[in-house]
């Protein structure tokens, strides 16, 4: 009798503990914003163009010109996102169109190698169920975020690499281009006089970070790598928790600079997690990484957290950044 008391107040408080165990706070998101199909009118897209020693002494027709692809990009990503698109979707346009001008570096104005060819990395990550997607080391992909996206959506697997990838990508139907493609004047006159140790450190590599209308965050990274780098190099930006990270817990994360600093410490991820287990704000948790943990002149990084709330750091002399909000916010800027 004494024992079958004991199994039955055992059972009983076993299933409160049960009922009482959350289900994990992502899986909640995740499912409720799909049956209630919940929207804001909030959004934020925060975009990065490379961060580096960018000289302030670059001509006025320049700068316009920068300033100029920073408003654009930023104006394709808020209209999505205005007209009730997602973030993810946001992210892939913002980045494509970078990709497609040879000022930045990644997809046609990717950098040189030390063997003169170019290598391109990209990442993206979807903050309601942690799902992502990267290529690293692509030579003929004009578009290497759009391709990390369809590893995310079509592929079991989170990062493909080098011929492997480029195969993927001819079977979905995407059309590869010659390495001469990624050939510009502009990159090449830098790989010169970087082989000349005039180098200056600028990078020059893309990153979305977006909050959209029903509350998913999402981040996306594109980059040639770094000038000169040796064949096979793959930094930072491809990798999940380096470059690129996004968890609708705490905030969507996009990386730029000396790619080995920023896997060495774990950048991305760390912002996120000295939100979730510090409760640090957004601009703590990034103060953290880009003026304690790393060294001046590695690089910087834009970020939003699921309020809407954004910072965009750099320890570098500049970065090519930009801003827009629903509540009005619209801003490019490219120094301190
Ligand atoms: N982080 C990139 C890399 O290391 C370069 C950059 O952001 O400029 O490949």
Redesign the pocket.
């Known amino acids: 009798m004494k024992n079958l008391l004991l199994v039955l107040l055992l059972t009983l408080f076993g299933e409160m503990l049960f009922a009482q165990t959350p289900n994990p706070p992502n899986v909640i998101n995740v499912t409720k914003l799909k049956s209630n199909a919940w929207k804001s009118n909030n959004y934020t897209i925060v975009i990065h163009g490379?961060?580096?020693t960018i000289n302030q002494s670059m001509s006025d027709s320049l700068k316009l010109a920068y300033n100029n692809s920073l408003a654009e990009a930023l104006h394709i990503g808020e209209d999505i996102l205005k007209n009730g698109g997602t973030s993810l979707d946001a992210i892939e346009k913002v980045l494509n169109y970078f990709e497609n001008d040879p000022k930045f570096?990644a997809g046609i104005g990717s950098v040189y190698t030390s063997e003169g060819m170019h290598e391109m990395?990209a990442s993206i990550m979807d903050g309601r169920d942690l799902s992502c997607g990267a290529v690293a080391g692509v030579k003929h992909v004009p578009h290497p975020i759009s391709l990390a996206r369809l590893v995310m959506e079509k592929t079991p697997h989170v990062l493909l690499s080098g011929e492997g990838a480029e195969k993927f990508a001819e079977t979905i139907g995407i059309k590869l281009v010659p390495s001469n493609y990624f050939d510009t004047p502009e990159r090449f006159k830098q790989w010169e006089e970087y082989k000349k140790k005039l180098q200056e450190k600028m990078?020059?590599?893309v990153g979305c970070t977006a909050l959209d209308q029903y509350g998913n965050l999402a981040a996306g990274t594109s980059?040639g790598?770094?000038t000169n780098?040796m064949p096979g190099r793959?930094?930072?930006?491809p990798l999940i928790g380096d470059?690129t990270y996004a968890n609708n817990r705490t905030c969507a994360v996009s990386?730029?600079?000396?790619?080995?600093k920023?896997i060495k410490n774990t950048v991305a991820f760390n912002v996120s997690a000295l939100m979730d287990y510090k409760g640090m704000t957004l601009k703590e948790a990034v103060d953290e990484m880009i003026y304690k943990r790393l060294q001046p002149d590695d690089?910087g990084l834009i970020a939003v957290d699921h309020k809407g709330n954004y910072v965009m750091a750099f320890n570098t002399s500049g970065m090519f950044r930009g801003v827009a909000t629903s509540s009005g916010i619209f801003e490019v800027l490219i120094w301190k």
């Open positions: 490379g961060a580096g570096n990395d990078h020059g590599t980059t790598g770094m780098e793959i930094g930072d930006s470059g990386c730029t600079g000396w790619g080995e920023f690089g």
